[in-house]
C-alpha cells in the first residue's frame, strides 16, 4: 500500500516562501499522479497542483498559478511544493494524495486512494 508522508510546513509572513516535501512509498508503478490539497478550518478540501510522474506534466489551480510550482527529480522520488509570494489565503493544512493511474486528468477531485497525514501552513499579513 501506498504511504505519503508530508514535511515543510510552517508560519510565515505574507510574501514569503515555503517548500513543501512528499515522500511516498509503496509505489508499484512509475505512473503515478500525485497532488497536493489544502483545507482551511470550515472549507472544503482544495486541489492545489498535480504532476503526472511518468512525464512531468504539471497542473495548477488557477489561485496559485505563477506563484507555486510542482516537482519530482525521479519517477519515484519525493514530490515538491515550492510556494512563493505566499498570502494569508493560502493558509491551511495541506494533504499529499496519490493514485497509480496512467493519467492525471481527474487531479483536481478529492477522490485519490492514498492520502497523507497532512502539513500545516500559515501565511500572516
Known amino acids: 500500500e501506498v504511504q505519503l508522508v508530508e514535511s515543510g510546513g510552517s508560519s510565515v509572513q505574507a510574501g514569503g516562501s515555503l517548500r513543501l516535501s512528499c515522500a511516498g512509498s509503496?509505489?508499484?508503478?512509475?505512473?503515478?499522479?500525485v497532488a497536493w490539497f489544502r483545507q482551511a478550518p470550515g472549507q472544503e478540501r482544495e486541489a492545489v497542483a498535480a504532476?503526472?510522474?511518468?512525464?512531468?506534466?504539471?497542473y495548477y489551480a488557477d489561485s496559485v498559478k505563477g506563484r507555486f510550482t510542482i516537482s519530482q527529480k525521479d519517477t519515484l522520488d519525493p514530490v515538491y511544493l515550492q510556494m512563493d509570494s505566499l498570502k494569508p489565503e493560502d493558509s491551511g493544512l495541506y494533504y499529499c494524495?496519490?493514485?497509480?493511474?496512467?493519467?492525471?486528468?481527474?487531479?483536481?477531485?478529492?477522490?485519490?486512494?492514498?492520502w497523507g497525514r497532512g502539513t500545516q501552513v500559515t501565511v500572516s499579513s
Open positions: 494524495a496519490a493514485e497509480q493511474l496512467n493519467t492525471c486528468h481527474r487531479w483536481s477531485k478529492p477522490n485519490f486512494p492514498y
Open positions: 509503496g509505489y508499484t508503478s512509475h505512473s503515478n499522479c
Open positions: 504532476i503526472y510522474t511518468w512525464d512531468r506534466t504539471t
